[in-house]
């Protein structure tokens, strides 16, 4: 499931931060997650100390656990070791979408955007996996950053850097009340065309319809992207994304998945 939003600020902070003006707004616009618990489990942790080293890219930090430095600028050629068609996934979960993909696609290197550790422990270790029935050690062309992508959309990828952008399942907040939280909303649109390159792709899934409706409005309204199926138009499922147990449920709940494609002009 990608990234839900969450407007509160971030409490935690680093000493000398309020020295740096250039931050005096830190998180004052929504971030692309939910604040939550979570604890590794033991082969979670032997993983991490493992093999977190070769596959999370170490950001520096601004003030938050979870911010980016917006100084620093992300070398994927460094990142990766060769320069080849980056795909960027914002809310990659427990790896599913994102392992599948790198996994059966070696010619892409592929970035993955989460916050929350055991998820990053979990992609690892399905990466590992992956990686061991293909008869080597892990995958070459997966990196994880542990960062709030908004940040990373805004300074931390060159513009025009990116071939694909995938958001799937963010959090609808379906409350009404809650639609100010969506990730996906007017100013996340110019962040996305930002960073794609001209004719890079912009890829969403969502199984709530009423937000679909709102990713369409703010999507097609942006004078950077064309929606590839035309105005207001859906695509067909993306082929290349793994269907996940979320998916499954949202099926079995009656729901249907919606998915959408916008091309960098």
């Known amino acids: 499931m990608s990234q839900p939003v969450s407007s509160s ?3 935690a902070h680093q000493p000398g931060a309020a020295d740096r003006p250039e931050l005096s707004g830190f998180r004052t616009k929504p971030v692309s997650f939910v604040r939550r618990s979570g604890r590794l489990t033991d082969g979670q942790k032997r993983m991490w100390a493992e093999r977190h080293a070769d ?50 696609d070696s010619r892409r290197d592929y970035l993955a955007v989460e916050v929350y550790q055991p998820g990053l422990a979990h992609t690892i270790a399905r990466a590992e ?96 992207l064309t929606n590839a199926h035309g105005p207001g138009g859906v695509a067909p499922r993306f082929e290349r994304r793994a269907l996940t147990g979320f998916e499954r449920k949202a099926h079995q709940a009656g729901r249907a998945i919606t998915d ?6």
């Open 55 to 104: 596959y999370l890219v170490d950001v520096p930090r601004a003030i938050a656990r979870t911010s980016v430095d917006p100084e620093y600028v992300l070398d994927a050629a460094a990142v990766f070791g060769r320069t080849a068609p980056l795909v960027v996934e914002i809310g990659s979960g427990l790896g599913d979408a994102v392992v599948d993909a790198a996994t059966g």
């Open 129 to 224: 996996r992956a990686g061991a029935a293909l008869g080597r050690r892990g995958l070459p062309n997966l990196r994880l950053v542990q960062a709030n992508a908004a940040e990373l959309l805004e300074t931390t990828l060159p513009a025009g850097s990116v071939d694909e952008l995938w958001v799937f399942f963010p959090d609808p907040w379906h409350k009404a009340r809650h639609h100010k939280r969506r990730l996906v909303t007017q100013e996340f649109a110019a962040l996305a065309a930002r960073v794609l390159r001209s004719g890079g792709i912009l890829r969403l899934a969502t199984d709530w319809a009423e937000y679909a409706e709102q990713m369409i409005e703010v999507l097609d309204a942006d004078e950077h």
């Open 260 to 265: 959408l494609e916008y091309v960098r002009r």
């Open 9 to 11: 600020p971030d409490a």
